[in-house]
């Protein structure tokens, strides 16, 4: 009896790598903000309070964007997309960033692997 394609071994697909090719995934969400407001300092306050509670040795990082004033950031295409905030808790390979047109997810080696990652970004 000859097996089916799903059955054959050589037919599956990994899970796990054995030797892990990541250095860093990253997930990116970009935006237009309401040019009103500066979208990323609100963010990163709800970010920091809805993860505080899950991860408590979690720590903000303010970046050097954070420091220009926004109409500089915001008047400069290279300067537009940049984090202002990072977020992450020693000895995890997860952290958050967080400026006024994107947030990302990255995870850093060890790479926790793709279902654990994605519910970190879509929960």
Not at 19 to 27: R, S
Not at 60 to 80: C, K, M, S, W
Request: net charge neutral.
């Amino acid at each position: 009896m000859s097996k089916t394609h799903e059955e054959n071994p050589m037919n599956r697909l990994p899970t796990r790598l054995r030797l892990e090719p990541l250095i860093e995934v990253i997930w990116q969400v970009q935006f237009e903000p309401n040019p009103e407001t500066s979208v990323g300092d609100l963010l990163v306050g709800l970010l920091y309070s809805g993860l505080k509670p899950n991860h408590r040795e979690i720590q903000l990082h303010p970046l050097p964007i954070a420091g220009v004033p926004a109409a500089i950031v915001q008047g400069d295409p290279n300067l537009r997309h940049l984090a202002k905030y990072r977020l992450e808790e020693p000895d995890s390979p997860l952290l958050y960033q967080v400026g006024d047109r994107l947030i990302t997810v990255n995870c850093r080696k060890p790479y926790i692997g793709w279902e654990a990652f994605k519910a970190r970004c879509l929960p």
